[in-house]
């Protein structure tokens, strides 16, 4: 029987789902990951309606080591979500990621939880110090099809691919270098470039002056698009709109400023990419 397989890439402003039949797609679908943390049922159904799957890779927040779903608990999902004793339960970040996971392991679909680059062998241990988020599972994943399509497009071997990925999403920016067909170096959402929604890296001295009010929401706030996180990203239209207001010159301005720098920075750890390449929402804006 060939392999029936699909994914899901959990996103601040949605939720993609993906599925394969023998390499084919067969089942495209986006949902509003506010909708998803109310109700998960559209996204299990959408699953379950066009199974039975062999493999589904979950939504894994910060990531796990690759682990199935009859291996994740309340301590997997705490890796998961990070989040503060005083702040759980709270519905910041992706909001319901936590019923989400949990709707999906009650349906019994064959998941499996996917590691962030902090978690993979291929990255140095010196790159890991004093880090958490140096990509998301997504951001691996959009790299692992990035690795087969340069070796495809340039007809070279996996051991030959080299590039630097910048993943502009429609909350968060984070970058990854890959070299000689390996993940080798990353710069998360979270300590990275400013983001349409989302801060970036912090300044210490910010987030010391912040004191008591730095919550798990102040990461997903203060972009320089929509730095309250108030609108709805998720349409071509919306981003033409924010393109064409004078009032977000500068918020564009500081967004390709920062995507620049990091792709640069992650020089230092590849330093001859073949390619940047570009993947996420805002890689679909006007300009």
């Known amino acids: 029987m060939p392999p029936r397989v699909a994914g899901i890439d959990p996103g601040t402003v949605s939720f993609g789902l993906c599925a394969l039949d023998d390499g084919e797609p067969m089942l495209e679908r986006s949902f509003r990951s506010a909708d998803l943390g109310v109700d998960p049922g559209p996204l299990v159904d959408a699953l379950v309606g066009h199974g039975p799957f062999d493999v589904v890779l979950g939504p894994a927040g910060y990531g796990l080591p690759l682990v199935s779903g009859d291996r994740v608990g309340d301590e997997e999902l705490a890796l998961m979500l990070l989040l503060r004793s005083d702040e759980h339960g709270a519905r910041v970040g992706i909001a319901g990621l936590r019923a989400i996971v949990a709707a999906l392991l009650d349906a019994r679909l064959p998941l499996v939880f996917a590691p962030g680059v902090l978690h993979l062998p291929t990255v140095p241990a010196f790159r890991k110090w004093n880090r958490v988020d140096l990509g998301t599972p997504d951001k691996v994943a959009s790299a692992a099809l990035c690795i087969a399509d340069q070796a495809r497009r340039l007809g070279i071997a996996v051991a030959e691919v080299s590039f630097v990925m910048l993943e502009l999403g429609g ?7 890959v070299e000689s067909g390996r993940i080798v170096d990353g710069i998360g959402g979270s300590s990275g470039p400013i983001g349409a929604q989302a801060c970036g890296a912090m300044d210490g001295e910010v987030a010391y002056l912040l004191g008591p009010a730095l919550s ?18 998720s349409t071509p239209e919306a981003l033409d709109a924010l393109w064409r207001d004078p009032g977000s ?3 564009w301005t500081a967004l390709e400023e920062g995507a620049v720098k990091a792709a640069l920075t992650l020089t230092a750890s590849v330093p001859a990419p073949r390619e940047v390449l570009v993947s996420g929402r805002l890689a679909q804006a006007p300009g």
């Open 216 to 233: 798990k929401q102040s990461l997903f706030t203060g972009g320089a698009l929509d730095p309250d996180g108030a609108r709805d990203l």
């Open 249 to 251: 010159r500068d918020g």
């Open 171 to 177: 909350a968060f920016a984070a970058a990854l270098a």
